[in-house]
Every structure is written in structure tokens, then in C-alpha cells.
């Protein structure tokens, strides 16, 4: 089989900005959607953002809390609720396991075919010490969106900050 490599696109217009996850997004793209996320918080003239996940195959852990945090990062600057865009059953099923119906508004239908426009980020690289502190970062920002995933993720969480604790202090 084939993976389904992972792929972040984007496109910015008329104050609507898409954010599409294309394929099997892994942590490997963590760094990309986090420089998204810092930069979608200077965007001038933002009034919404959707992100499409209609071609997404798998979303892991660590992408959903950097989503969550792209998010965070826009709700204070636009007036609706971020939209999600999804037609995987899985992948909603997922979503709503995870809490994200309480900071996006989740549909299965496009509102615009702004999608078109998506065209490929360069992937962030990212060395081995960043991905780590960033899959920490995504699943402390998970735990904080409801009690499910504060028990699903907690080990995750301190094994990462034990190993944190070593690498520091080793």
C-alpha cells in the first residue's frame, strides 16, 4: 500500500482564508500548520477562516491540537466560528470525539469553492527537539478543549515532559 503522502495548502481571498489538509497529515507537518497559525494572527483583513479536510485521509493527534491552535489563534479576530469542512466519516467522527464542534462549525458541503485557489506550503522543517516541544504543545492544547482528551492525552503529555526534564538536565 502506498502512502498517502500528507500535504498543507492554502489560499487567502477576499477575506477568507483555506486551509486545506490533503492526505495522510501526520506531525511532520506540525511546523508548517504552526508557522500557519502565527501568521494567520497578523493577517489583515481576516474575516474567516475554513478548513477543508475533504481530501484529508487520516488527521493525527498532534495536526488536530496545531488546528485547534489555528483556531485559537483567529478567534478574536474574526466574528464567526472557524468552519470545518469534512466528509470523511471517520475523520468527523473523530472531531466530534475531540471537541472541535465547540470552537469550529463542522459541515460536509463547501461554502465557496475558494479551493481552487489552495496552493501547495512549503513544508517547515522542523529538527527533532522542535517536533517534540511542538507535539507537546498539540496535546496540551487538546487536553485544555474537553476532560475526554485531557484522559486520553495525559500520558502522552507526561512521558513527552519527562523526556523533556532528561534532555534538559542530561
Not at 8 to 30: E, H, Q, S, Y
Not at 49 to 74: C, Q, W, Y
Not at 127 to 133: M, P, V
Request: net charge negative; glycine share 4%; hydrophobic share 45%.
Amino acid at each position: 500500500m502506498i502512502m498517502n503522502e500528507g500535504r498543507v495548502k492554502a489560499a487567502f481571498d477576499a477575506g477568507v482564508f483555506v486551509l486545506k489538509l490533503c492526505g495522510d497529515v501526520r506531525l511532520t507537518l506540525c511546523a508548517t500548520l504552526d508557522s500557519q497559525a502565527q501568521q494567520l494572527a497578523e493577517t489583515p483583513g481576516l474575516q474567516a477562516l475554513v478548513i477543508d479536510l475533504r481530501e484529508a485521509t487520516n488527521v493525527d493527534s498532534t495536526a488536530l491540537g496545531f488546528l485547534a491552535k489555528v483556531a485559537m489563534a483567529v478567534q478574536d479576530k474574526i466574528d464567526h466560528k472557524p468552519t470545518i469542512v469534512v466528509d470523511n466519516p471517520d475523520v468527523q467522527r473523530m472531531l466530534e470525539v475531540m471537541g472541535f464542534a465547540q470552537f469550529f462549525t463542522m459541515m460536509a458541503a463547501p461554502v465557496t469553492e475558494v479551493c481552487e485557489l489552495c496552493d501547495d506550503l512549503p513544508e517547515v522543517p522542523a529538527d527533532l527537539e522542535a517536533t517534540r516541544q511542538r507535539i507537546l504543545e498539540a496535546h496540551r492544547i487538546l487536553m485544555r478543549m474537553n476532560e475526554h482528551n485531557r484522559e486520553e492525552f495525559q500520558p502522552l503529555v507526561e512521558m513527552l515532559e519527562a523526556q523533556e526534564t532528561v534532555s534538559h538536565h542530561g
